[in-house]
Each structure stands twice: as C-alpha cells, then as structure tokens.
C-alpha cells in the first residue's frame, strides 16, 4: 500500500473516532438535560405559531427534510404538529425541538 494509502486510511479512522467522541458527548448532554441554545428559540418560535401551518425543516442523518403541517402543541422538548399526507389523509406527528432545524411561515 502506497503512503497516500496509508494517510487516507488513517484519516478515515480518526474520523469515525471523532463521531463517536460526538455522538457520545451529544448522549451525555441529553442525558443530563443540556440543551444548545439554538433549540429554545425555536421552541418559542414554534408556541407563537401554535394553530398555524408552518414548514418546518428538520435535521435528518442524510441532510435534512422539510414538511409543512399545522402546529397543534409546542413543550420545552416538543412539538405536536398535524401533516397533510395527500388527500383527506392527515397525521399527528410527535417532533424534538433539538431535531427542528428551520422554521418558515
């Protein structure tokens, strides 16, 4: 194996160390009720739409998906949000405030 090889390797390795130490200190903040502070303002966001159709953008392991649905109850952790899913067929949908990344009226 060439030396560029080797690097490239190495470097993938160290990349799925270092989303792991992510992932674990993502886990450890949940756990002990430490949330960012981004995720509070769209709480707050979300409460002065409660009634209202919205997109909501969310964070999603491949990028990020938006729906829009009307929200129906927002909490400190989460949002109860009713999507249309094609004619006459709705959904109530549980969404975390920590997975919202955009809200849009």
């Known amino acids: 194996m060439d030396t560029f090889g080797v690097f490239g390797l190495m470097g993938f390795v160290m ?4 989303l792991e130490q992510v992932k674990r200190l993502e886990r450890t903040l949940r756990e002990n009720n430490i949330r960012p502070g ?3 303002s769209l709480g707050g966001q ?6 209202k159709t919205v997109d909501i953008t969310l964070y999603e392991s491949g990028g990020s998906t938006t729906t829009s649905c009307k929200v129906l109850d927002v909490d400190e952790e989460w949002a109860r949000v009713l999507r ?3 004619k006459k ?3 109530e949908l549980l969404i975390r405030l ?3 990344k955009q809200i849009k009226s």
Do not use: M, S
């Open 15 to 18: 990349a799925i160390f270092a």
């Open 38 to 40: 981004g995720t509070g």
């Open 46 to 51: 979300l409460r002065a739409k409660v009634g």
């Open 84 to 86: 249309n899913e094609g």
């Open 89 to 91: 067929n709705q959904r």
């Open 98 to 100: 920590a997975d919202v």
